[in-house]
């Protein structure tokens, strides 16, 4: 009894430890710095009321990952290149959450030649490589194309936000990650467990083939092992690209901010 | 002439089977007669056809009350242990007997002890202080000699995969297989008494051939005791289907070099060597919980106790929570180590 309830106790705590840990999130946010501007929204393609939600979220997830989540859109009147446009950016306006020139992710949407540039620098560009930029525009590139450039932008937060709480080189999509596969896994090992308890109340069955078995007269008269053909298949081996580190999405801006990229287009 | 009893021919008490000493003994006088060199009163009297309608104590005349299957039991008025003669002869003479080994004191502390291990059994079990009853019980049992000729034709592949190059090679080498195995199996219990659930008795194995005794009635003094409900023929096919995993079993093993088997075709024939009746002892405990009635069988010679117990739900989930919180703490760890965050 007594133990059972300690078991219990054990139970609790870690739901309410579960249920607990967004809190933790929101009084961080307290702390980020007011005004400054997270979204350039050059291109127009915000509503005031998006504009004001996505700067309050991108404040909330910046502080937690101590970064600057940044989005800029740009009619691109002067035709210039997309991942060009982003570095100069960087360049010129200096964000970071720590410092300027500091830690910060980027969006880019050129309006112009529809193309999209995600860009790390620093903590970003650790925690976000070319790898992980790739997933996330993949992720948001099918809501860019149909134009819920809110959503689109919303989901490049989040996705930021959760892929900067896996240390860099794992693969943040690894089922055995999701707090849901956890859960789901656990319980059913829970089930089999108990149910296996449950049958085996009542005794079990503790003979086996060889309890009534007479060995000195049973035995093998006439065995045959015929050979007959051999098969073979064969499959090709699914090698993984490496995507080479400075070569594919990053490179480095004219003030020498060396950086992880992504781009394509929508 | 139809019912025996055991009298002690020193003070006239009445005797019964010492599961300790293995000897019929005289709680009076302490007196103890070695059975297997006593002669069987079965052996001496000879019984009249048919089956008696109405048996009568020896010792002070009531009508002993028993159903139709009882072939021991004791006086509901004085307490003497009787054995009825007539259903114990002739095709319902039992061949062997493994008397018991454990006391009803000891099956009593031993049961107190598994129902104090049920991990989810409820509390109130736990306690064991609502035993019904507990009877010493010798079960009529069928042990067959089963021996079976088994012929196998099977298809069996043996793979194994390598690397080239770009590409992974499967070879799967074919194979055409045989097997002929005689296959016998000697004292497959089957039970035989129409009363005890079938479930129940299988669990209750193995029970110690080697303490398996020629038939002698003064086992059964102060027992109660079964005769047979169905004979060999009737329960063959029973035998028969409880051997069959492990032919199955068999024959597999006879094959394990070969990754995928399948039998093209596969004959099994099994012949009734022969059965003996044998009565084996069983200790049978009905306990009252939460005014239903439950019914434990112990193994009168290993003290292993079968039976359904109450569950409690209330447990189960404790349980289960218990186990997948642990196990969700765990993967959690686990995907911390490799990275993956806490939260
Ligand atoms: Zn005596
Ligand atoms: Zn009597």
């Known amino acids: ?266 | 002439m139809q019912v025996i009893d055991f009298k002690c021919p020193n003070c006239g008490s009445d005797m019964v089977y010492d599961s300790e000493s293995g000897m019929l003994s005289c709680h009076s006088c302490g007196r103890t007669d070695d059975i297997k060199l006593m002669p069987d009163p079965l052996k001496r009297n000879v019984f009249s056809e048919g089956e008696a309608t109405e048996y009568h104590c020896k010792s002070c005349g009531a009508v002993v009350i028993t159903d139709a299957d009882t072939t021991a039991t004791s006086c509901s008025f004085c307490g003497s242990g009787i054995v009825l003669g007539d259903r114990l002869t002739g095709k319902l003479a039992p061949a062997l007997v493994i008397p018991f080994s454990i006391s009803k004191e000891e099956a009593m502390r031993a049961f107190r002890k598994w129902c104090r291990n049920g991990r989810l059994t409820p509390n109130g079990f736990m306690t064991a202080d609502r035993v019904k009853g507990i009877t010493g019980m010798y079960v009529p049992f069928w042990l067959y000699e089963l021996n079976n000729a088994v012929e196998v034709h099977a298809h069996g592949t043996r793979v194994s995969t390598y690397t080239k190059g770009d590409y992974r090679y499967t070879e799967t080498q074919h194979f055409d297989v045989y097997r002929k195995i005689r296959l016998n199996y000697v004292d497959v219990p089957i039970d035989a008494s129409e009363k005890m659930n079938d479930e129940l008795m299988d669990k209750l194995e193995p029970f110690p051939y080697d303490q398996l005794k020629s038939f002698k009635t003064a086992y059964l003094a102060g027992y109660i005791a079964e005769k047979y409900n169905f004979d060999e023929k009737e329960l063959f096919p029973r035998a028969k289907s409880k051997i069959h995993p492990f032919i199955e079993e068999y024959i597999r093993s006879t094959m394990t070099q070969y990754t995928t088997v399948n039998y093209t075709n596969k004959q099994i024939d099994t012949k009734l060597g022969h059965a003996e009746y044998a009565l084996l002892p069983v200790w049978v405990v009905h306990y009252d919980y939460n005014k239903l009635e439950y019914t434990f069988a112990m193994n009168g010679q290993t003290g292993k106790v079968v039976g359904k117990p109450p569950i409690s739900k209330r447990k189960v989930m404790t349980w289960f929570a218990g186990i997948s919180a642990s196990c969700f703490l765990s993967l959690k760890l686990i995907s911390w180590m490799m990275g993956g965050g806490f939260w």
């Open chain 1, 1 to 266: 009894m007594r133990r059972s309830g300690l078991i219990l106790s054990v139970v609790f705590f870690f739901f309410a430890v579960f249920l607990a840990s967004p809190m933790e999130m929101k009084t961080a946010m307290a702390l980020t710095p007011e005004g400054k501007q997270l979204i350039f929204d050059e291109a127009g393609l915000l509503k005031q009321e998006e504009y004001h939600e996505l700067t309050t979220l991108a404040k909330q997830y910046g502080a937690h990952r101590e970064t600057d989540i940044i989005i800029l859109t740009t009619n691109n009147d002067v035709n210039g290149d997309v991942m060009k446009l982003t570095e100069d950016f960087y360049d010129e306006y200096g964000p970071g959450y720590d410092k300027p020139h500091g830690n910060a992710v980027i969006l880019t949407l050129d309006m112009n030649n529809r193309e999209v540039y995600l860009a790390g620098f620093y903590k970003a560009k650790t925690y976000l490589d070319d790898e992980r930029l790739d997933k996330i525009r993949s992720k948001i590139t099918p809501d860019l194309t149909s134009g819920d450039y809110a959503l689109a932008f919303q989901t490049y937060m989040q996705t930021v936000d959760k892929y900067m709480g896996y240390e860099p080189g794992v693969n943040p999509d690894n089922p055995l990650f999701n707090v849901w596969v956890q859960l789901g896994a656990s319980c059913i090992i829970g089930g089999i467990i108990v149910a296996a308890m449950v049958i085996r109340s009542g005794g079990r069955i503790t003979i086996n083939r060889s309890t009534y078995e007479d060995a000195n007269t049973s035995g093998i008269l006439d065995r045959r092992d015929q050979y007959i053909r051999t098969t073979v298949t064969k499959q090709k081996i699914q090698r993984q690209q490496s995507s080479g580190s400075g070569g594919g999405g990053g490179g480095t801006t004219g003030g020498g901010h060396s950086h992880s990229g992504s781009r394509g287009s929508f």
